[in-house]
C-alpha cells in the first residue's frame, strides 16, 4: 500500500525539483532539456 504513495510522491518531488532547478526554462526542461 505505502510502497505506490511513496513511488508517486518521489515522482512528484522530482518533478517538482526539475521545475526549482530549470528556473525560468520550464517548457525546455518538461520536454527533457537540460541547460
Not at 1 to 23: H, P, R, S, T, W
Amino acid at each position: 500500500m505505502e510502497g505506490d504513495e511513496l513511488a508517486l510522491y518521489n515522482m512528484v518531488n522530482g518533478i517538482i525539483q526539475e521545475y526549482v532547478v530549470c528556473g525560468q526554462g520550464l517548457t525546455i526542461c518538461g520536454l527533457g532539456w537540460h541547460n
